[in-house]
């Protein structure tokens, strides 16, 4: 026997078990349009909007109380005195705390929607498993495709066709829509359940600064 085909037999011998139990069957799930399409990400998007529209208008109030404080110390105060001093004071508090305000309270809505979208990353992997064992698939590849319109910049173009995972694939072979028809089944039927992030009013709002001390009268 020669040692090209006692290598060949060898090959067989190894490949053969494995293929009696039949051929790998891969199907693919477009996420984008999975997520896209599922309810729930409609409905932490509106979440998460009204709580930025919170914030803002928290950011804004607090922007024009320290605006008007301004304006009060420039008319009724004259500079170099005590009460000029201690009002000016305060006023650096009170800016003090609006960027505290914006820090930490941004940092909790980037917190909240990150664990949000791992939430629905979950879902989507659970139903793409469901799903593929219902089919009898053994392997589920990402699959996404091109956005329709073409980006202005060619980096963004090469950028768009390097992350496509499959090139092709027949349609019968898609799960994307199976997937999204159990998500938003589920979604649909599960009890509501408290929402990604847990920011009420009261934490919403900031503290009262200390009012300023009337200005004394000469």
């Given at each position: 026997m020669t040692r090209r085909l006692f290598y060949a037999v060898a090959l067989v011998l190894a490949v053969g078990p494995r293929l009696t139990h039949g051929a790998t069957?891969?199907?693919?799930?477009n996420v984008a349009a999975v997520s896209e399409?599922?309810?729930k990400t409609a409905?932490?998007?509106a979440q998460f909007d009204a709580v930025r529209r919170k914030l803002n208008q928290e950011r804004d109030?607090?922007?024009?109380?320290?605006?008007?404080?301004?304006?009060?110390?420039?008319e009724e105060l004259k500079p170099g005195t005590d009460e000029f001093r201690a009002r000016r004071k305060q006023i650096a508090l009170m800016e003090?705390?609006?960027?505290?305000?914006?820090?930490?309270?941004?940092?909790k809505v980037e917190k909240g929607l990150a664990e949000s979208l791992r939430s629905i990353f979950g879902d989507i992997q659970s139903a793409v498993r469901e799903v593929a064992q219902e089919k009898g698939v053994d392997v589920v590849l990402a699959a996404d495709q091109l956005p329709a319109d073409t980006p202005?910049?060619?980096?963004?173009?090469?950028?768009?066709?390097l992350l496509q995972k499959v090139l092709f694939w027949n349609p019968s072979?898609?799960?994307?829509?199976?997937?999204?028809?159990?998500?938003?089944?589920?979604?649909?039927?599960?009890?509501?359940?408290?929402?990604?992030?847990?920011?009420?009013?009261?934490?919403?709002?900031?503290?009262?600064?200390?009012?300023?001390?009337?200005?004394k009268k000469p």
């Open positions: 069957k891969v199907a693919v799930v399409k599922y309810a409905d932490l998007e109030a607090m922007k024009e109380k320290i605006e008007k404080a301004n304006r009060s110390l420039q003090a705390e609006l960027q505290w305000f914006v820090e930490s309270e941004g940092q202005d910049q060619p980096t963004q173009v090469r950028q768009h066709i072979v898609d799960l994307t829509e199976d997937v999204i028809t159990k998500l938003n089944a589920r979604y649909k039927a599960a009890t509501p359940a408290a929402g990604p992030i847990t920011i009420d009013s009261a934490q919403l709002k900031p503290k009262e600064p200390a009012q300023p001390a009337p200005p």
